[in-house]
């Protein structure tokens, strides 16, 4: 496949499909097989064993993250209720349902507690994979460094969310083409992934390059 620039065209990934086969290859050891695999309820509900699905995929959610998260759940239950619609075609409103899902970090009350965008997020993004992204380290540098979104110290997690769903948003509608054949490519090995999942997996292995 030709190239595809993200991150408001500052990110170039070479072979993208390459890329993504590289990631879904089960013996070079990525979170694919555990997380995007591991079954609990099987509905957009939130239950217990959601909460425990970042340890999956690098973030550690110990005894007390874990309580936190329960503790949680009325104010990001919402996430079973957001609109039947994908990233790619959701409009501002939709943007904000989502965004303000990671609004309770802002919170006196659980904010600095040990549970911050990155565990939300990998909480979240199982129950809605085609509309609430993952989002670690290596997404925030890959979609600031360059200057797509500018740093803010004093953004709220909902602020922050927004621009980054509307960023996401851009490239897979910039990229569509691309983005339809690279859901065919992991099809084809055997991986049902969303173009949202696709988008991370192209972000943070490319990032990853870096370090």
């Not at 990671?102 to 129950?127: E, N, Q």
């Not at 992204?133 to 110290?153: C, K, M, V």
């Not at 988008?199 to 870096?210: F, N």
């Amino acid at each position: 496949m030709n190239p595809v620039r993200l991150c408001a065209g500052t990110l170039e990934v070479e072979h993208p499909d390459q890329v993504l086969l590289d990631y879904l290859d089960p013996r070079n050891g990525y979170a694919f097989t555990a997380y995007d695999g591991l079954v609990t309820n099987g509905a957009p509900a939130l239950v217990d064993g959601d909460l425990l699905a970042p340890n999956l995929i690098g973030t550690e959610v110990d005894r007390s993250r874990f309580l936190l998260l329960r503790e949680l759940l009325p104010r990001i239950a919402g996430v079973a209720d957001l609109p039947a619609v994908a990233l790619q075609d959701a409009d501002d409103a939709v943007v904000g349902e989502v965004a303000a899902l990671f609004a309770v970090l802002d919170d006196a009350p659980y904010a600095g507690r040990g549970v911050r965008g990155t565990i939300l997020s990998k909480v979240l993004h199982r129950k809605r994979p085609d509309l609430v992204p993952l989002y670690d380290s290596r997404i925030f540098e890959s979609y600031t460094a360059p200057g797509a979104i500018e740093r803010s110290a004093h953004r709220t997690w909902r602020a922050s969310m927004t621009l980054l769903l509307q960023h996401m948003r851009a490239d897979l509608q910039r990229e569509q083409a691309a983005f339809d054949e690279l859901v065919e490519v992991a099809a084809g090995a055997g991986a049902r992934l969303t173009r949202l999942r696709v988008l991370d997996v192209l972000v943070w292995r490319t990032a990853e390059a870096w370090h």
